[in-house]
């Protein structure tokens, strides 16, 4: 298939509003869950609050005013004397048990967070897969392929291994947060609004760091998806690399994103990193200030469960700036994932629209059809064709001169710009996709095979097929002699994309799948380029009782495979310039002449272009 204004183009574009947006909409299936594991953790930090005040009821048994013998108060004989032991007991028991039961309901919570991250990100991985199957051809030209394995693998692991961890933290900081505000102001409301002295430096500086270090963090997620993207493109070229001797090259490119993502991370990390002590330092002033005024005050018997609660105090804060650094680079893949969510779909089908194939004959009619990948370079202007069922049709041309994509129009993989393409009366756009492609079968130059058994690369054409069905498929594509020949026949596994078998076994196994299907329609766009002229010729005599009643479009740079076609379109430069049969196009001696001298006769008199 052609490609056409493929580039490496990255979006622009830094909406951290955009993430938020996305992550907080995904999250609606589980708000219960969520509340759940909020009222668990208020409950826990609530119980944690209380260990103080249970700690200073425990202290205040022991002051010279609860004690009968004070004078004593060192005295731990005497002082046994003058105390509550069962409400010490009490007091001190009532405080394990509310030590383990916060424990207990913060278990229980990250079990469900822990659940919530799962599910979330499968059912993100399965947004972005039935997303894919949305999107139009054009988005793919324009995002390399390895960009988008990063988006749907990289990015929503990102997601996933933080949102757990994020989910817990940021919850029980909000919760505990309020719960020991409340706990200082009723021990110390002076020292509490030392405490709340300290906010606004806390908060000031974790926007500051925050903001400067997400564009880092940003630049580290788009560099590991071109990255992803150029190892893509050299595992699945590699012996072009190594035959033209581009090993360093490719290395040096590597190198340089390697090196540009290290960087990234390294400064993204770097900065993250000043938050903590950052919080820490001003924690510790904040302990300063404390004892200042209760050493003024004269208070020291609240002192012991205010520092507690003073070094909880910042703790939220600290459990967020530890986590700054993973909120980022969820932020960041996360406006990758939903960017790809949110890009523009291809044109639903009408509601009415045709849904069965069953009457298709295979009349086409091209009317005054317009058609550019790029608004700004005309290719196809104001086409004119009519296709009789039952016609095969070939095409040739120069490279580029709009074959395929005469190809990708009739099968909808490309919308029009201007006119219509009808099948059998009826405008293409007002059949669904589905019943026009079920209606065709298309073998391409490129050939596409899954891991899995040969029976089942076939049958992919038909997913209803028996085993006999698929033999004979194989037998009609000339295909059936060297499978016996592998160890488990039809059951022998090929390796992604059939790497363990020749191009040209593998072009007639993709050719036996189109058998299988029994399409109405069939286009071949260079079917027999990779097998040799014995296995050719072979295959065409099959070809031609494929193609009887069928009406057919074949891509041929091979101009011996279409002599007996009944009609050649010759194109050049998005338009047909010729049309006619074998020998009436030789007897004008006109483009197709020139191209059919030039293969079979050495002399190169055609034109190179046509204006």
């Known amino acids: 298939m052609a490609r056409h204004g493929r580039g490496r183009k990255m979006e622009k574009a830094r909406n951290s509003k955009l993430a938020w947006r996305g992550l907080l909409r995904e999250f609606k299936p589980y708000r219960w869950r969520i509340i759940i594991i909020a009222v668990l953790l208020t409950i826990?930090?609530?119980?944690?609050?209380?260990i103080p005040l249970l700690l200073g009821n425990i202290l205040g048994a022991f002051s010279p005013e609860n004690v009968r013998y004070g004078r004593y108060f060192l005295d731990v004989t005497n002082l046994a004397l003058g105390l509550d032991w069962t409400k010490v007991f009490i007091d001190f028991g009532l405080m394990i048990g509310v030590i383990v039961a916060a424990a207990l309901l913060g278990t229980i919570a990250q079990l469900i967070a822990i659940k919530i991250s799962g599910a979330y990100a499968y059912n993100l991985r399965n947004k972005i897969r039935a997303k894919i199957d949305r999107l139009p051809l054009s988005y793919f030209d324009k995002h390399?392929?390895?960009?988008?394995?990063?988006?749907?693998?990289?990015?929503?692991?990102a997601i996933a291994q933080t949102l757990n961890n994020t989910l817990i933290t940021v919850v029980s900081s909000i919760t505990l947060f309020v719960a020991i505000l409340i706990g200082m102001l009723l021990v110390n409301w002076r020292l509490a609004l030392v405490a709340l002295g300290m906010l606004p430096f806390v908060v000031i500086?974790?926007?500051?760091?925050?903001?400067?270090?997400?564009?880092?963090?940003?630049?580290?997620?788009?560099?590991?998806?071109?990255?992803?993207?150029?190892?893509?493109?050299?595992?699945?070229?590699?012996?072009?690399?190594?035959?033209?001797?581009?090993?360093?090259?490719?290395?040096?490119?590597?190198?340089?994103?390697?090196?540009?993502?290290?960087?990234?991370?390294?400064?993204?990390?770097?900065?993250?990193?000043?938050?903590?002590?950052?919080?820490?330092?001003?924690?510790?002033?904040?302990?300063?200030?404390?004892?200042?005024?209760?050493?003024?005050?004269?208070?020291?018997?609240?002192?012991?469960?205010?520092?507690?609660?003073?070094?909880?105090?910042?703790?939220?804060?600290?459990?967020?700036?530890?986590?700054s650094a993973n909120i980022q680079t969820t932020l960041a893949g996360a406006e990758r994932v939903f960017n790809l969510l949110n890009a523009a779909e291809q044109e639903k089908d009408p509601e009415d629209a045709l849904t069965t194939n069953d009457h298709v004959v295979g009349e086409f009619c091209f009317k005054d059809v317009d058609f550019s990948y790029n608004p700004?370079?005309?290719?196809?202007?104001?086409?004119?064709?009519?296709?009789?069922?039952?016609?095969?049709?070939a095409i040739v041309g120069p490279t580029g001169a709009g074959k395929t994509t005469l190809v990708n129009l009739i099968m909808r993989f490309y919308e029009i710009n201007g006119g219509s393409i009808t099948l059998d009366g009826t405008d293409i756009r007002n059949?669904?996709?589905?019943?026009?492609?079920?209606?065709?079968?298309?073998?391409?130059?490129?050939?596409?095979?899954?891991?899995?058994?040969?029976?089942?690369?076939?049958?992919?054409?038909?997913?209803?097929?028996?085993?006999?069905?698929?033999?004979?498929?194989?037998?009609?594509?000339?295909?059936?002699?060297?499978?016996t020949t592998f160890p488990g026949e039809y059951?022998?596994?090929?390796?992604?994309d059939g790497t363990n078998i020749s191009q040209g076994q593998r072009q007639l196994i993709t050719i036996a799948r189109a058998i299988i299907s029994k399409p109405?329609?069939?286009?071949?766009?260079?079917?027999?380029?990779?097998?040799?002229?014995?296995?050719?010729?072979?295959i065409q005599s099959v070809m031609n009782e494929i193609m009887k009643d069928r009406t057919t479009f074949i891509i041929a740079h091979r101009l011996s495979t279409i002599k007996n076609a009944k009609k050649i379109l010759v194109m050049n430069k998005g338009n047909i310039i010729e049309t006619g049969t074998h020998e009436e196009l030789l007897a004008t001696n006109g483009f197709y002449a020139g191209l059919y001298n030039a293969q079979f006769l050495g002399i190169d008199d055609s034109q190179e272009t046509v204006d």
């Open 520 to 538: 109405k329609i069939l286009i071949l766009d260079e079917a027999t380029s990779s097998v040799d002229t014995r296995t050719e010729y072979a």
């Open 205 to 323: 500086i974790t926007l500051v760091i925050t903001k400067n270090s997400q564009n880092q963090f940003i630049t580290f997620q788009k560099k590991t998806g071109e990255l992803e993207g150029v190892v893509e493109e050299n595992f699945s070229g590699l012996q072009v690399i190594q035959l033209f001797n581009q090993q360093d090259k490719q290395l040096e490119t590597f190198t340089n994103l390697n090196d540009s993502m290290a960087k990234s991370n390294f400064w993204s990390q770097w900065l993250s990193s000043f938050i903590f002590p950052s919080i820490r330092f001003i924690n510790n002033l904040g302990f300063v200030g404390v004892l200042l005024v209760a050493g003024v005050t004269n208070d020291v018997i609240s002192l012991a469960p205010f520092i507690i609660f003073l070094n909880n105090f910042m703790q939220p804060f600290l459990n967020l700036g530890q986590i």
């Open 376 to 393: 700004d370079v005309e290719l196809i202007k104001n086409m004119n064709l009519h296709v009789k069922p039952g016609d095969t049709i």
């Open 431 to 483: 059949y669904s996709r589905s019943a026009l492609r079920r209606s065709v079968g298309m073998v391409l130059q490129d050939t596409w095979l899954f891991k899995g058994s040969i029976k089942n690369n076939i049958r992919y054409g038909n997913r209803d097929a028996t085993d006999e069905e698929v033999i004979e498929a194989a037998k009609a594509a000339r295909a059936h002699h060297f499978i």
């Open 491 to 496: 059951e022998f596994i090929l390796n992604e």
């Open 144 to 157: 390399p392929h390895g960009e988008l394995l990063s988006i749907g693998t990289n990015d929503v692991d």
């Open 44 to 50: 826990a930090n609530v119980a944690n609050a209380l």
